[in-house]
């Protein structure tokens, strides 16, 4: 099984500039979940999807963020415009029925100048 | 509203020693509480779970964790540590048994040779 896959996993950009993080979740899972990684904030959830559809994106920080699942198999997270603030690690997960069994990918480390 | 507390964001231990990692948790209703582990540069992997069976759990790599009710606990243990144990540590739960979990804030392992 090939696992969660993330891209890209270092981004580099400056402020102002668009950036899109995406994520193909393992093949028959049916939860997506977006994570961002701080020191000063640790692990936050910012949306989940289940069958495509958000449920929860309270976690969201600002208009800035926003998040699709267009289909199954491909989700994306995009920060516009992104702010310094913004630089973290961001995860995405996925998991199929059994409770709180999440499967991480390896993150994409962004870093806004 | 459901929280975990991680005491102790850095542990140090003696390669051999007992490792106890500790972590609280606060929930309304009778909850699904998780370890996770965190490799450097990695996503985050479930070490073991607990949904209201055995009060103990047995996870991977040795790891165990006992459930205590009445001191709202879920401390994770390992008899013997070994230098690949060194990573970072989280406790989550989860009231609904749904996928949305809240995380502590971590705990970071050291193995000292």
């Known amino acids: 099984d090939a696992g969660v896959i993330q891209s890209p996993r270092h981004e580099v950009t400056e402020m102002g500039q668009e950036v899109t993080l995406r994520c193909k979740p393992i093949?028959?899972?049916?939860?997506l979940f977006w994570y961002r990684q701080t020191m000063m904030r640790g692990l936050e959830l910012l949306i989940y999807?289940?069958?495509?559809?958000?449920?929860?994106d309270s976690g969201m920080p600002e208009d800035r963020f926003s998040a699709k699942m267009p289909n199954a198999s491909f989700s994306t997270l995009k920060i516009q415009p992104s702010e310094p603030r913004d630089s973290a690690v961001y995860f995405c997960?996925?998991?199929?029925?059994?409770?709180?069994?999440?499967?991480f990918g390896e993150g994409s480390r962004l870093t806004v100048l | 509203a459901q929280s975990v507390t991680q005491l102790g964001s850095h542990v140090s231990v003696s390669e051999g020693a007992l490792v106890l990692l500790r972590c609280n948790y606060s929930?309304?209703?009778?909850?699904?509480l998780f370890w996770y582990v965190q490799y450097p540069n990695q996503g985050l992997q479930l070490l073991l779970k607990?949904?209201?069976?055995?009060?103990l759990v047995k996870g991977i790599n040795g790891f165990e964790a006992e459930f205590k009710k009445s001191e709202t606990s879920f401390h994770l243990t390992k008899p013997s540590a070994h230098m690949s144990d060194a990573a970072e540590y989280f406790c989550?739960?989860?009231?609904?048994?749904?996928?949305?979990?809240?995380f502590g804030t971590g705990t970071r392992l050291t193995v000292i040779p």
């Open positions: 989550a739960v989860s009231e609904d048994g749904a996928n949305n979990l809240f």
């Open positions: 929930s309304s209703v009778p909850p699904y």
């Open positions: 999807f289940n069958n495509n559809v958000p449920i929860d």
């Open positions: 607990y949904t209201s069976a055995a009060t």
């Open positions: 093949s028959g899972h049916n939860s």
């Open positions: 997960a996925s998991s199929s029925v059994a409770p709180g069994e999440l499967f």
